[in-house]
């Protein structure tokens, strides 16, 4: 798909009637946006993987409900990416809850928590999923769109359903939100997360 433009409002077109040709041609022209957002929020590359299969499972799920904004769906992945991490959290955080239940394993070590520790060993990715995790849905969703994914007020507005107003001030709250939140973080505060 490198170098050719795609026709994204007529490839939809065919999303809706079912063509999976063409819903193949969607994945391969927004599968690394989405799974960098993925990737921005979980704790592993596994889990951002996991995440951007369900987003496009969902997609297809949702074909005919997909929003578009200046003729492409992107605006509107990226904000079921939001949806679907936290969604995947929440399951996860309760199986995590449900295996501290059982009984603990006789003498087999697992190695599962050193590999991820070693993949994940940014500091500054973990600091800000962190922080960007404590604030309100609708800031994560706006710093995705307009800080993260560099979309215009309008695009986004369109994309949440809210007027550009209402982008601009709530992007305005977000980030003094953020901010704050990051001058509180004990790995800021010891000279800057590393």
């Given at each position: 798909m490198r170098g050719i433009r795609l026709d994204?409002?007529?490839v939809l077109e065919r999303v809706r009637d079912g063509d999976a040709d063409a819903f193949g041609d969607l994945f391969d022209l927004h599968h690394d946006r989405v799974f960098r957002q993925a990737l921005r929020m979980t704790a592993s590359l596994h889990d951002a993987e996991d995440v951007t299969a369900v987003v496009f499972l969902e997609a297809w799920r949702r074909r005919d409900t997909m929003r578009e904004v200046n003729g492409s769906?992107?605006?509107w992945l990226l904000v079921m990416t939001n949806f679907v991490f936290r969604?995947?959290?929440r399951a996860s955080r309760r199986y995590r809850e449900g295996l501290q239940q059982l009984p603990p394993p006789e003498n087999a070590p697992d190695h599962a928590d050193?590999?991820?520790d070693r993949i994940d060993r940014d500091s500054r990715r973990a600091a800000m999923r962190s922080t960007l995790a404590q604030l309100p849905k609708r800031d994560q969703d706006i710093l995705t769109l307009c800080v993260l994914e560099e979309l215009s007020t309008a695009d986004a507005a369109a994309a949440l359903g809210v007027a550009p107003g209402t982008v601009k001030?709530?992007?305005?709250?977000?980030k003094a939100r953020?901010?704050?939140l990051l001058q509180n973080d004990p790995a800021m505060a010891n000279g800057g997360v590393r």
């Open positions: 994204e409002p007529s769906v992107i605006a969604n995947y959290a050193a590999v991820d001030s709530r992007l305005s709250r977000a953020l901010t704050e």
